[in-house]
């Protein structure tokens, strides 16, 4: 017999909203996760970004919010649903839109960067469904715009980014304020110990479900590490983004300094280019976005605030300019890429200073990122534990298998790839190398 959304018993209602935006099968943790939330069962979901977690734990709020028939009291909400940022909350909070037009259900977002105001004004009528960030409702809730004593789902999305970004004293704030009896559930792509005990806190007797295992990315995304020394990782960037100039590319910088001035760098090259971060404002990361989607720019850096929050079909690939110090942070990054069932490609930039970051990082995948450009490190290779000389030297990602880059030296480890030619005088390379900008514009992108 064919799963389908009718056969996991989703409300009819919210049914004929669902194939004309492009929901017609259940994906593995919708088929295995509606059922049990159905029949009310708190739930620890494990599933990668991308494979259709929204619709898993939203379809069955949706329709128990449904068969309730009448509308919630003012400054309450029915159903939270937390995100670690603006953009995953955005996202969230679209979706569920979608699934409930035409119905009376009501979903509201609340998130920083925007009026606390117009969002109590909103709140004051009530909500069936209220996604949040936990700084912005810990705000609201000091105003007493919002109370959480009518809640009966719970959902904490991205449970893990919470907890790497600090969440965590928020979220046990918010905890105290919730009825005791609720439906909880909590949501994440990885497993560290600290979801463990975090969902030992929140949830009761849960069923879990896992369909794939933690941090293993996708197998469509095709992955390459280069090393680089740190000063040279923008001229190294330059090149890769000029091969694919038509191709949507997200770029990923630790700090919100460095990703403002490398997208500051990459725009006097040439390149359309935005940041995301923290620091920016929410409607310029909203515009940022926008125009990102619309393919008005074909470049957006961005911090890990990013990571979650960004599900563009069309991202081809993503490079991982600095590598994350979380190392689960890497699944997530690369997971903007492969999405809806489309290949991508993701390129991780190794200085000599974050080897042990990239250990970290195939430790958690259990496996090793193939060698695509420049030389390991000498003092790393010396306690490399595995043996990348073995390794075949794979062709860069969105090449042909015979485009390889780079080669092995006598003594076996790997050299530089060949260079094409600069476009650039000496002059301007080494501006390059340095962060400067004093490359020649490139040719803008459309």
Same mark, same amino acid.
């Given at each position: 017999m064919t799963t389908t959304f009718a056969t996991l018993g989703i409300a009819p209602r919210i049914l004929e909203n669902l194939a004309p935006i492009g929901l017609t099968t259940p994906t593995p943790i919708q088929t295995r996760a509606i059922p049990e939330l159905l029949k009310g069962r708190d739930l620890l979901g494990l599933a990668q970004t991308g494979t259709g977690k929204t619709a898993a734990f939203g379809l069955p709020i949706l329709s128990a919010l449904l068969a309730i028939g009448k509308r919630p009291l003012p400054k309450t909400a029915r159903a939270l649903i937390l995100a670690p940022t603006r953009e995953l909350a955005t996202q969230i909070t679209e979706n569920l839109q979608a699934f409930a037009a035409e119905t009376p259900v009501r979903t509201a977002r609340v998130v920083g960067g925007a009026s606390i105001n117009a969002q109590a004004d909103r709140l004051a009528r009530g909500t069936d469904i209220l996604v949040a960030t936990p700084g912005r409702l810990l705000d609201l809730l000091d105003r007493k715009a919002i109370s959480l004593a009518e809640v009966r789902f719970l959902v904490l999305d991205e449970a893990d980014q919470m907890l790497d970004t600090g969440f965590i004293h928020a979220l046990r704030k918010i905890a105290r304020l919730l009825p005791a009896e609720r439906q909880t559930m909590l949501f994440s792509a990885t497993m560290p110990k600290l979801i463990e005990e975090l969902a030992q806190t929140y949830l009761k007797d849960p069923v879990r479900v896992e369909v794939t295992p933690p941090g293993k990315p996708v197998d469509r995304i095709d992955q390459g590490v280069h090393f680089v020394n740190q000063g040279e990782k923008a001229k190294l960037l330059s090149d890769y983004l000029g091969e694919h100039l038509q191709e949507r590319a997200l770029v990923f910088a630790r700090t919100k300094h460095g990703s403002d001035k490398l997208c500051r760098l990459l725009e006097s090259w040439?390149?359309?280019?935005?940041?995301?971060?923290?620091?920016? $404002? =929410?409607?310029?990361?909203?515009?940022?976005?926008?125009?990102?989607?619309?393919?008005?720019?074909?470049?957006?850096? %961005?911090?890990?605030?990013? %990571?979650?929050?960004?599900?563009?079909?069309?991202?081809?690939?993503?490079?991982?300019?600095?590598?994350?110090?979380?190392?689960?942070?890497?699944?997530?990054?690369?997971?903007?890429?492969?999405?809806?069932?489309?290949?991508?490609? %993701?390129?991780?930039?190794?200085?000599?200073?974050?080897?042990?970051?990239?250990? $970290?990082?195939?430790?958690?995948?259990?496996?090793?990122?193939?060698?695509?450009?420049?030389?390991?490190?000498?003092?790393?290779?010396?306690?490399?534990?595995?043996?990348?000389?073995?390794?075949? =030297?794979?062709?860069?990602?969105?090449?042909?298998?015979?485009?390889?880059?780079?080669?092995?030296?006598?003594?076996?480890?790997?050299?530089?790839?060949?260079?094409?030619?600069?476009?650039?005088?000496? $002059?301007?390379? =080494?501006?390059?190398?340095?962060?400067?900008? $004093?490359?020649?514009?490139?040719?803008?992108?459309?």
């Open positions: 040439g390149f359309g280019v935005a940041a995301i971060h923290g620091n920016k $404002s =929410q409607n310029q990361r909203e515009k940022a976005l926008a125009a990102f989607r619309a393919g008005e720019i074909k470049v957006l850096v %961005a911090t890990d605030v990013a %990571a979650r929050g960004i599900d563009i079909p069309d991202v081809k690939h993503v490079y991982n300019y600095d590598l994350p110090n979380v190392p689960e942070n890497y699944v997530h990054r690369i997971g903007r890429t492969g999405r809806a069932g489309k290949d991508g490609r %993701a390129v991780a930039f190794c200085s000599p200073m974050e080897f042990a970051e990239l250990r $970290s990082i195939e430790k958690t995948m259990a496996q090793p990122i193939p060698v695509i450009g420049g030389e390991i490190p000498a003092e790393a290779a010396k306690v490399d534990n595995r043996n990348r000389n073995g390794q075949r =030297q794979g062709a860069r990602p969105g090449q042909n298998q015979g485009q390889k880059h780079g080669g092995k030296t006598a003594d076996g480890q790997h050299k530089r790839p060949a260079r094409r030619p600069s476009r650039r005088p000496k $002059s301007a390379q =080494q501006g390059a190398a340095h962060g400067g900008a $004093s490359a020649p514009v490139r040719a803008k992108q459309h």
